[in-house]
């Protein structure tokens, strides 16, 4: 066997255990942007759900709390404006640890409706 040849048997394993790191590193931020994705959409759910429940003089923090996942009912805040203005603020979960990533705001309106 030339020599060139059993230097080289050991590289391609080399190699993949040098990325194995970087690869898991790329997941993990791949994870936390749809984790962030998600938190934006729920965020404008509650705020729409939220914003209802104001319209109608019901609870805006009970609306947006039901529209949510049980993960982020406890994490809600929630802000009423004139006009039916609600807005609606969630932290951005960490996917590797623990703490939040920052928050996302999201507002709706609804008018505010008449007693029939």
Known sequence: ????????????????VALLPLMAVL???GWQAVVAGQVVWLAGTAARAAARAHALGND??????AA???GFRDEVRVRTGPEGRVA???TVPVVVG???LGSVARE??????GKR
């Open 60 to 65: 805006a923090t009970a609306g947006a709390r």
């Open 27 to 29: 997941a993990a931020l």
């Open 1 to 16: 066997m030339p020599r060139h040849r059993r230097t080289q048997e050991g590289q391609a394993s080399v190699e993949l």
């Open 88 to 90: 609606v603020r969630l």
């Open 98 to 100: 623990s703490g939040g």
């Open 68 to 70: 949510l996942p049980r």
């Open 108 to 113: 709706a309106r609804f008018a505010p409706q």
